[in-house]
Every structure is written in structure tokens, then in C-alpha cells.
């Protein structure tokens, strides 16, 4: 029931009267803050830019949540990858 929401709402924005430039920068606006750690000063800084500049709020807030999720879904195989991978030891190794 929740997805149909969701879905509910992408067609909003999409049949809002924002041009497709507000929609595609509130998306990567939205996408910054997805994809960075959540406390840190620089998405304090894009908040601010999505409230100042005249993008898609709900857009921005919608892509926020999408890719905060696929963050959390890549980030742990591709850390595991990353600590079991034989030529980064070889680097460490290297440089130690």
C-alpha cells in the first residue's frame, strides 16, 4: 500500500508545473544527500541550497530516501570486496 503512495507521487511531481530542470536538480540535490554520510556540514550546506533554490521539494525529499536505501544496499558488498580483495593487501603491505 505504501509503494502505491510513492508511485502516486512521482506522477505528481511529474505532472506538476515545475519545468524538468527543478525536477532533475531537486533529483541530484536529493542524490547528494542520499549518498554521503548523513551528519556531516556539506549536507547541511544542500539543504539549504534545495530551500534557496527553486527546485521540486518533494522530488529532492523522494530521491533523498531512494538513494540513502541503495547506499545501504551497496555499501556493504562492496566494503566486503574491498577488505578481501589480495592486490589492496599487497598495496597495504606495500606501504607499510
Given amino acids: ?3 502505491l503512495k510513492i508511485i502516486g507521487k512521482i506522477f505528481r511531481i511529474l505532472n506538476a508545473e515545475a ?6 536538480g ?3 540535490l536529493g542524490m547528494i544527500i542520499g ?5 556531516s556540514l556539506h549536507n547541511i550546506a544542500v539543504v539549504f541550497l534545495i530551500l534557496v533554490i527553486k ?4 522530488a529532492a525529499i523522494l530521491s533523498m530516501f531512494a538513494f540513502d536505501l541503495i547506499g545501504y544496499g551497496v ?3 562492496l566494503r566486503l570486496a574491498w577488505l578481501c580483495n589480495s592486490h589492496l593487501h599487497r598495496c ?3 606501504l607499510d
Fill in 75 to 77: 555499501d556493504p558488498p
Fill in 19 to 24: 519545468m524538468p530542470k527543478q525536477i532533475a
Fill in 55 to 58: 527546485v521540486n521539494l518533494t
Fill in 35 to 39: 549518498l554521503t554520510p548523513t551528519f
Fill in 26 to 28: 531537486a533529483v541530484t
Fill in 92 to 94: 597495504k603491505a606495500a
Fill in 1 to 3: 500500500m505504501i509503494w
